[in-house]
Protein backbone atom coordinates (compact mmCIF):
# COMPACT_ATOMS: atom_id res chain seq x y z
CA UNK A 1 0.00 0.00 0.00
CA UNK A 2 1.62 3.00 -0.78
CA UNK A 3 2.60 5.37 2.01
CA UNK A 4 1.18 8.89 2.96
CA UNK A 5 3.67 11.91 3.36
CA UNK A 6 6.19 12.74 6.23
CA UNK A 7 4.16 15.92 6.19
CA UNK A 8 1.25 14.05 6.30
CA UNK A 9 2.14 12.54 9.65
CA UNK A 10 3.51 15.31 11.37
CA UNK A 11 0.42 17.50 11.10
CA UNK A 12 -1.11 17.36 14.45
CA UNK A 13 -4.45 16.51 15.64
CA UNK A 14 -6.33 18.84 16.81
CA UNK A 15 -6.56 18.76 20.53
CA UNK A 16 -10.38 20.66 20.17
CA UNK A 17 -12.06 18.00 18.15
CA UNK A 18 -9.94 15.09 18.81
CA UNK A 19 -11.97 14.05 21.61
CA UNK A 20 -15.40 14.14 19.42
CA UNK A 21 -15.98 10.42 19.13
CA UNK A 22 -15.90 10.14 22.82
CA UNK A 23 -18.34 12.88 23.29
CA UNK A 24 -20.77 11.31 20.35
CA UNK A 25 -20.52 7.57 22.12
CA UNK A 26 -21.63 9.39 25.21
CA UNK A 27 -24.45 11.47 23.26
CA UNK A 28 -25.71 7.78 22.27
CA UNK A 29 -25.29 6.55 25.41
CA UNK A 30 -28.41 8.99 26.02
CA UNK A 31 -26.06 11.33 28.42
CA UNK A 32 -25.88 15.36 27.91
CA UNK A 33 -22.53 16.48 26.95
CA UNK A 34 -22.01 20.31 27.73
CA UNK A 35 -19.96 21.70 25.23
CA UNK A 36 -16.64 23.64 26.69
CA UNK A 37 -14.53 22.29 24.37
CA UNK A 38 -14.69 24.75 21.33
CA UNK A 39 -15.04 28.50 20.51
CA UNK A 40 -18.66 27.97 18.88
CA UNK A 41 -20.79 30.57 20.51
CA UNK A 42 -24.68 30.19 21.25
CA UNK A 43 -25.22 33.88 20.46
CA UNK A 44 -27.36 34.62 17.79
CA UNK A 45 -25.79 35.50 14.56
CA UNK A 46 -27.04 39.12 13.61
CA UNK A 47 -30.04 39.48 11.96
CA UNK A 48 -29.05 41.65 9.33
CA UNK A 49 -26.12 39.33 8.13
CA UNK A 50 -28.83 36.66 7.82
CA UNK A 51 -31.61 38.19 5.61
CA UNK A 52 -29.00 39.25 3.66
CA UNK A 53 -28.45 35.60 2.55
CA UNK A 54 -32.20 34.75 2.69
CA UNK A 55 -32.52 38.22 0.05
CA UNK A 56 -30.19 37.04 -2.24
CA UNK A 57 -31.20 37.07 -5.94
CA UNK A 58 -28.39 36.03 -8.35
CA UNK A 59 -28.88 34.06 -11.10
CA UNK A 60 -25.42 32.54 -11.66
CA UNK A 61 -22.91 31.28 -8.01
CA UNK A 62 -20.17 32.61 -9.51
CA UNK A 63 -16.79 33.22 -8.53
CA UNK A 64 -15.33 36.63 -6.65
CA UNK A 65 -12.44 38.14 -7.21
CA UNK A 66 -9.18 36.36 -5.48
CA UNK A 67 -8.81 39.13 -2.89
CA UNK A 68 -13.01 40.13 -2.22
CA UNK A 69 -15.43 41.70 -3.78
CA UNK A 70 -14.52 45.59 -3.67
CA UNK A 71 -17.92 46.16 -1.88
CA UNK A 72 -16.81 43.69 1.29
CA UNK A 73 -13.27 45.37 0.83
CA UNK A 74 -14.80 48.52 1.03
CA UNK A 75 -16.89 48.14 3.90
CA UNK A 76 -14.87 46.44 5.78
CA UNK A 77 -12.39 49.18 5.53
CA UNK A 78 -14.89 51.37 6.55
CA UNK A 79 -14.91 49.10 9.95
CA UNK A 80 -11.60 49.01 10.93
CA UNK A 81 -11.26 53.31 10.04
CA UNK A 82 -14.31 53.62 12.65
CA UNK A 83 -12.11 51.19 15.03
CA UNK A 84 -8.76 53.38 14.45
CA UNK A 85 -7.21 51.54 12.01
CA UNK A 86 -5.55 53.31 9.07
CA UNK A 87 -6.69 50.92 6.72
CA UNK A 88 -7.62 51.32 2.98
CA UNK A 89 -9.77 48.53 0.79
CA UNK A 90 -6.18 48.19 -1.23
CA UNK A 91 -4.67 46.95 2.35
CA UNK A 92 -7.22 43.71 2.49
CA UNK A 93 -7.30 40.56 1.31
CA UNK A 94 -10.30 38.48 1.67
CA UNK A 95 -9.98 34.69 3.12
CA UNK A 96 -11.72 31.24 3.55
CA UNK A 97 -12.16 31.95 7.25
CA UNK A 98 -8.71 33.61 9.85
CA UNK A 99 -7.19 29.59 9.26
CA UNK A 100 -6.85 30.84 5.66
CA UNK A 101 -4.96 33.81 6.39
CA UNK A 102 -2.92 32.55 9.02
CA UNK A 103 -1.66 29.82 6.64
CA UNK A 104 -1.40 32.30 3.90
CA UNK A 105 0.67 34.95 6.13
CA UNK A 106 3.03 32.07 7.23
CA UNK A 107 3.82 30.80 4.14
CA UNK A 108 4.29 34.82 2.59
CA UNK A 109 6.60 35.75 5.05
CA UNK A 110 8.18 32.55 6.40
CA UNK A 111 10.79 30.30 4.49
CA UNK A 112 11.03 26.47 5.14
CA UNK A 113 13.33 25.98 8.62
CA UNK A 114 12.83 29.94 9.77
CA UNK A 115 11.14 30.74 12.98
CA UNK A 116 7.91 32.53 14.29
CA UNK A 117 8.22 33.07 17.96
CA UNK A 118 4.84 32.72 19.53
CA UNK A 119 3.87 33.38 23.37
CA UNK A 120 2.15 30.00 24.88
CA UNK A 121 -0.49 28.43 25.42
CA UNK A 122 -1.21 29.64 21.90
CA UNK A 123 -4.36 28.93 19.74
CA UNK A 124 -3.91 25.06 18.86
CA UNK A 125 -3.86 24.86 15.44
CA UNK A 126 -0.97 27.47 14.93
CA UNK A 127 1.20 23.93 15.00
CA UNK A 128 -0.92 22.94 12.20
CA UNK A 129 -0.48 26.24 10.33
CA UNK A 130 3.76 26.17 11.01
CA UNK A 131 3.66 22.35 9.96
CA UNK A 132 1.77 23.38 6.23
CA UNK A 133 4.82 25.74 5.39
CA UNK A 134 7.64 24.30 7.41
CA UNK A 135 7.96 27.00 9.86
CA UNK A 136 9.24 26.31 13.24
CA UNK A 137 7.75 27.41 15.95
CA UNK A 138 9.89 28.81 19.19
CA UNK A 139 7.59 29.01 22.12
CA UNK A 140 7.87 31.01 24.79
CA UNK A 141 6.15 30.67 27.83
CA UNK A 142 3.11 32.72 29.61
CA UNK A 143 2.30 31.15 33.71
CA UNK A 144 -0.98 30.67 34.54
CA UNK A 145 0.18 32.64 37.90
CA UNK A 146 0.61 35.90 36.29
CA UNK A 147 -2.76 35.36 33.80
CA UNK A 148 -0.07 34.83 31.24
CA UNK A 149 0.75 37.90 30.75
CA UNK A 150 3.07 38.80 28.04
CA UNK A 151 6.67 37.42 29.11
CA UNK A 152 9.77 39.99 29.63
CA UNK A 153 10.64 41.13 26.41
CA UNK A 154 14.22 39.86 27.43
CA UNK A 155 13.08 36.35 26.91
CA UNK A 156 12.04 36.81 23.45
CA UNK A 157 15.66 38.61 22.97
CA UNK A 158 17.44 35.54 24.13
CA UNK A 159 15.34 33.05 21.43
CA UNK A 160 16.08 35.40 18.51
CA UNK A 161 18.89 33.60 16.13
CA UNK A 162 19.69 34.78 12.57
CA UNK A 163 16.67 32.37 11.33
CA UNK A 164 13.63 34.01 13.45
CA UNK A 165 11.25 35.56 10.81
CA UNK A 166 8.31 36.80 12.75
CA UNK A 167 6.53 36.64 15.99
CA UNK A 168 2.73 36.01 16.16
CA UNK A 169 0.50 37.18 19.08
CA UNK A 170 -3.39 36.78 19.70
CA UNK A 171 -5.00 39.52 21.41
CA UNK A 172 -7.32 39.26 23.06
CA UNK A 173 -6.16 35.61 23.26
CA UNK A 174 -7.59 32.43 22.35
CA UNK A 175 -6.69 30.23 24.53
CA UNK A 176 -6.55 32.08 27.53
CA UNK A 177 -7.93 35.46 27.38
CA UNK A 178 -5.06 37.27 28.00
CA UNK A 179 -5.94 41.17 26.45
CA UNK A 180 -1.88 42.90 25.73
CA UNK A 181 -1.38 46.02 27.08
CA UNK A 182 -0.36 49.52 25.33
CA UNK A 183 2.49 48.99 26.75
CA UNK A 184 3.33 45.30 26.43
CA UNK A 185 2.79 46.26 22.59
CA UNK A 186 5.04 48.80 22.70
CA UNK A 187 7.66 46.66 24.08
CA UNK A 188 7.05 44.38 20.81
CA UNK A 189 7.04 47.06 18.75
CA UNK A 190 10.85 48.15 19.94
CA UNK A 191 11.91 44.61 19.62
CA UNK A 192 10.57 44.41 16.38
CA UNK A 193 11.80 47.15 14.55
CA UNK A 194 15.52 46.30 16.59
CA UNK A 195 15.56 42.63 14.33
CA UNK A 196 13.27 43.77 11.27
CA UNK A 197 10.56 41.25 11.89
CA UNK A 198 7.11 40.71 10.89
CA UNK A 199 4.23 41.13 13.78
CA UNK A 200 1.20 39.04 13.23
CA UNK A 201 -1.77 39.56 15.03
CA UNK A 202 -4.77 37.47 15.55
CA UNK A 203 -7.60 40.04 16.12
CA UNK A 204 -10.30 37.26 16.00
CA UNK A 205 -12.04 38.45 19.62
CA UNK A 206 -11.32 42.04 19.06
CA UNK A 207 -14.71 42.91 20.14
CA UNK A 208 -15.12 40.91 23.61
CA UNK A 209 -12.82 42.81 25.71
CA UNK A 210 -14.28 43.33 29.71
CA UNK A 211 -14.51 45.52 32.77
CA UNK A 212 -13.93 48.89 30.54
CA UNK A 213 -10.80 47.58 29.43
CA UNK A 214 -9.78 48.75 25.78
CA UNK A 215 -8.80 46.98 23.11
CA UNK A 216 -5.30 48.10 21.58
CA UNK A 217 -4.16 46.81 18.46
CA UNK A 218 -0.46 46.86 17.21
CA UNK A 219 -2.07 48.51 14.16
CA UNK A 220 -2.49 51.30 16.13
CA UNK A 221 0.68 51.76 16.84
CA UNK A 222 2.97 53.60 14.29
CA UNK A 223 6.20 53.02 13.24
CA UNK A 224 4.94 49.07 12.35
CA UNK A 225 3.35 49.84 8.77
CA UNK A 226 6.15 47.12 6.90
CA UNK A 227 6.07 44.92 9.70
CA UNK A 228 1.97 44.40 11.14
CA UNK A 229 0.20 42.12 9.26
CA UNK A 230 -3.50 41.71 11.12
CA UNK A 231 -5.55 38.53 11.20
CA UNK A 232 -9.53 39.20 10.96
CA UNK A 233 -12.30 36.74 10.92
CA UNK A 234 -15.94 37.26 11.28
CA UNK A 235 -16.42 33.56 13.11
CA UNK A 236 -16.60 35.47 16.91
CA UNK A 237 -17.34 38.87 15.95
CA UNK A 238 -20.51 38.01 14.55
CA UNK A 239 -21.35 34.60 15.96
CA UNK A 240 -20.66 33.08 12.17
CA UNK A 241 -18.28 30.50 12.63
CA UNK A 242 -19.86 28.90 9.75
CA UNK A 243 -19.41 31.23 7.19
CA UNK A 244 -15.64 31.01 6.89
CA UNK A 245 -14.78 33.99 6.34
CA UNK A 246 -11.35 35.88 7.34
CA UNK A 247 -9.34 38.71 5.77
CA UNK A 248 -5.44 39.22 5.88
CA UNK A 249 -4.55 43.03 6.51
CA UNK A 250 -1.36 44.65 5.74
CA UNK A 251 0.06 47.97 4.37
CA UNK A 252 3.02 45.95 3.49
CA UNK A 253 2.79 45.56 -0.41
CA UNK A 254 5.31 42.58 -0.93
CA UNK A 255 3.45 40.87 1.87
CA UNK A 256 0.26 41.68 -0.03
CA UNK A 257 1.50 40.66 -3.43
CA UNK A 258 2.56 37.34 -2.21
CA UNK A 259 -0.51 36.34 -0.39
CA UNK A 260 -2.66 37.47 -3.30
CA UNK A 261 -0.93 34.91 -5.26
CA UNK A 262 -1.62 32.40 -2.85
CA UNK A 263 -5.33 33.53 -2.77
CA UNK A 264 -5.47 33.27 -6.46
CA UNK A 265 -4.41 29.75 -6.10
CA UNK A 266 -6.97 29.02 -4.35
CA UNK A 267 -9.55 31.32 -6.71
CA UNK A 268 -12.05 32.91 -4.43
CA UNK A 269 -13.79 33.57 -1.38
CA UNK A 270 -17.25 32.03 -0.45
CA UNK A 271 -19.16 35.01 -2.39
CA UNK A 272 -22.76 34.60 0.12
CA UNK A 273 -20.57 34.62 3.44
CA UNK A 274 -19.42 38.12 1.45
CA UNK A 275 -22.42 39.70 0.56
CA UNK A 276 -23.70 38.13 4.88
CA UNK A 277 -20.58 40.15 6.27
CA UNK A 278 -21.00 43.21 3.96
CA UNK A 279 -24.22 43.56 5.45
CA UNK A 280 -23.21 43.03 9.07
CA UNK A 281 -21.24 46.06 9.01
CA UNK A 282 -24.34 47.78 10.13
CA UNK A 283 -24.60 45.87 12.74
CA UNK A 284 -26.01 48.53 16.02
CA UNK A 285 -23.49 48.40 18.94
CA UNK A 286 -26.54 47.67 20.70
CA UNK A 287 -25.56 44.07 19.57
CA UNK A 288 -22.45 44.21 20.55
CA UNK A 289 -23.43 45.47 24.15
CA UNK A 290 -25.70 42.90 24.74
CA UNK A 291 -23.70 40.16 23.86
CA UNK A 292 -20.54 41.82 26.09
CA UNK A 293 -22.59 41.68 28.86
CA UNK A 294 -23.43 38.40 28.62
CA UNK A 295 -20.08 36.97 27.82
CA UNK A 296 -19.05 38.98 31.10
CA UNK A 297 -21.71 37.69 33.24
CA UNK A 298 -20.53 34.15 32.08
CA UNK A 299 -17.03 34.79 32.70
CA UNK A 300 -17.69 35.82 36.28
CA UNK A 301 -19.44 33.04 37.14
CA UNK A 302 -17.10 30.94 35.69
CA UNK A 303 -13.78 32.33 37.49
CA UNK A 304 -15.95 32.54 40.72
CA UNK A 305 -17.16 29.35 40.59
CA UNK A 306 -13.71 27.77 39.30
CA UNK A 307 -11.86 29.31 42.15
CA UNK A 308 -14.10 28.39 45.07
CA UNK A 309 -13.47 24.77 44.18
CA UNK A 310 -10.50 22.51 46.21
CA UNK A 311 -6.99 22.67 44.27
CA UNK A 312 -8.81 24.57 41.32
CA UNK A 313 -7.52 27.80 39.93
CA UNK A 314 -8.43 30.11 37.15
CA UNK A 315 -6.85 33.53 36.54
CA UNK A 316 -9.73 36.24 35.37
CA UNK A 317 -9.36 36.69 31.63
CA UNK A 318 -9.54 40.38 29.99
CA UNK A 319 -11.27 39.38 26.78
CA UNK A 320 -12.33 36.41 24.32
CA UNK A 321 -14.33 33.70 25.89
CA UNK A 322 -11.80 31.53 27.29
CA UNK A 323 -10.14 30.26 29.96
CA UNK A 324 -6.97 28.30 30.66
CA UNK A 325 -8.19 26.34 34.56
CA UNK A 326 -5.53 24.63 36.66
CA UNK A 327 -7.05 21.42 37.90
CA UNK A 328 -6.26 18.91 40.62
CA UNK A 329 -5.19 16.01 38.21
CA UNK A 330 -2.66 14.01 36.94
CA UNK A 331 -3.13 14.39 33.17
CA UNK A 332 -5.63 16.51 31.07
CA UNK A 333 -5.57 13.90 28.34
CA UNK A 334 -6.46 11.22 30.47
CA UNK A 335 -8.96 13.54 32.26
CA UNK A 336 -10.74 14.96 29.77
CA UNK A 337 -11.21 11.56 28.15
CA UNK A 338 -12.02 9.57 30.94
CA UNK A 339 -14.96 12.85 31.56
CA UNK A 340 -16.60 11.72 28.32
CA UNK A 341 -15.89 8.02 28.26
CA UNK A 342 -16.15 7.13 32.31
CA UNK A 343 -18.00 9.82 34.19
CA UNK A 344 -22.04 10.94 34.65
CA UNK A 345 -23.30 12.60 37.05
CA UNK A 346 -27.35 12.84 36.85
CA UNK A 347 -26.90 11.35 33.22
CA UNK A 348 -24.50 14.56 32.56
CA UNK A 349 -21.36 14.76 31.29
CA UNK A 350 -18.61 17.94 30.20
CA UNK A 351 -16.44 18.17 27.42
CA UNK A 352 -13.45 19.93 27.60
CA UNK A 353 -10.14 20.62 25.60
CA UNK A 354 -6.48 19.57 27.37
CA UNK A 355 -4.55 22.10 27.46
CA UNK A 356 -1.68 20.33 26.33
CA UNK A 357 -2.81 20.74 22.37
CA UNK A 358 -2.03 24.49 23.70
CA UNK A 359 1.81 24.23 24.25
CA UNK A 360 4.54 23.52 22.53
CA UNK A 361 6.73 22.65 25.10
CA UNK A 362 6.62 18.82 25.53
CA UNK A 363 4.97 18.19 29.03
CA UNK A 364 3.52 21.53 29.53
CA UNK A 365 -0.47 22.00 30.60
CA UNK A 366 -0.69 18.35 31.85
CA UNK A 367 -2.66 19.79 34.73
CA UNK A 368 -4.71 22.71 32.47
CA UNK A 369 -7.73 22.88 30.33
CA UNK A 370 -9.37 25.30 28.33
CA UNK A 371 -12.54 26.09 28.73
CA UNK A 372 -14.84 27.91 26.66
CA UNK A 373 -17.85 29.81 28.00
CA UNK A 374 -20.14 29.57 25.03
CA UNK A 375 -22.76 28.29 26.78
CA UNK A 376 -26.23 29.80 28.17
CA UNK A 377 -25.11 30.49 32.10
CA UNK A 378 -28.12 27.90 33.38
CA UNK A 379 -26.21 25.10 31.06
CA UNK A 380 -22.80 26.43 32.38
CA UNK A 381 -23.56 26.48 36.40
CA UNK A 382 -24.83 22.78 35.34
CA UNK A 383 -21.67 22.03 33.60
CA UNK A 384 -19.43 23.17 36.33
CA UNK A 385 -21.55 21.04 39.10
CA UNK A 386 -20.41 17.89 37.06
CA UNK A 387 -16.99 19.00 36.80
CA UNK A 388 -16.55 19.61 40.66
CA UNK A 389 -18.16 16.24 41.25
CA UNK A 390 -16.17 14.55 38.43
CA UNK A 391 -12.79 16.31 40.16
CA UNK A 392 -14.08 14.54 43.92
CA UNK A 393 -14.38 10.87 41.05
CA UNK A 394 -11.67 11.14 39.18
CA UNK A 395 -8.68 8.70 39.97
CA UNK A 396 -5.88 10.68 38.87
CA UNK A 397 -6.86 13.54 41.00
CA UNK A 398 -3.81 14.99 42.76
CA UNK A 399 -4.30 15.00 46.72
CA UNK A 400 -3.04 18.72 47.35
CA UNK A 401 -1.30 17.99 50.56
CA UNK A 402 0.67 14.54 49.25
CA UNK A 403 1.47 14.77 45.45
CA UNK A 404 -0.21 11.84 45.40
CA UNK A 405 -3.08 10.62 43.33
CA UNK A 406 -6.83 9.80 44.64
CA UNK A 407 -5.68 6.32 43.19
CA UNK A 408 -2.18 5.89 43.89
CA UNK A 409 -2.90 7.13 47.83
CA UNK A 410 -5.46 3.99 48.22
Given at each position: MPKISTKGLQMPASPIRKLTPFAEKAKSEGKTVYHLNIGQPDIETPVGMLDAVKNIDFKVWAYTQSEGTPQYRNKLAEYYQKNGYNITPSDILVTDGGSEALTIAISACIDHGEEVIIPEPFYANYNAFTCLS?????????????????????????????????????????????????????????????YDLFLICDEAYREFCYDGREFISPGHLDGLENHFIMIDTVSKRYSACGARLGALVTHN??????????????????????????????TPSSYFDTVIKEYSERRNLLVNTLNKMEGVYCPNPGGAFYAIVRLPIDDSDRFCEWMLDKFTYE?????????TGFYSTPGAGRNEVRMAYVINQDDLKKALICL???????????????????????
Open positions: DAIIKPIQSSIETGFALPPISEFERLITPKTKAILICSPNNPTGYLYSKEELEELKKLVLKKEVYAAALKYAQARLAPPAVAQIAATAAIANQTVMLAPAEKALVEYPGRILSSTGLTAKSAL
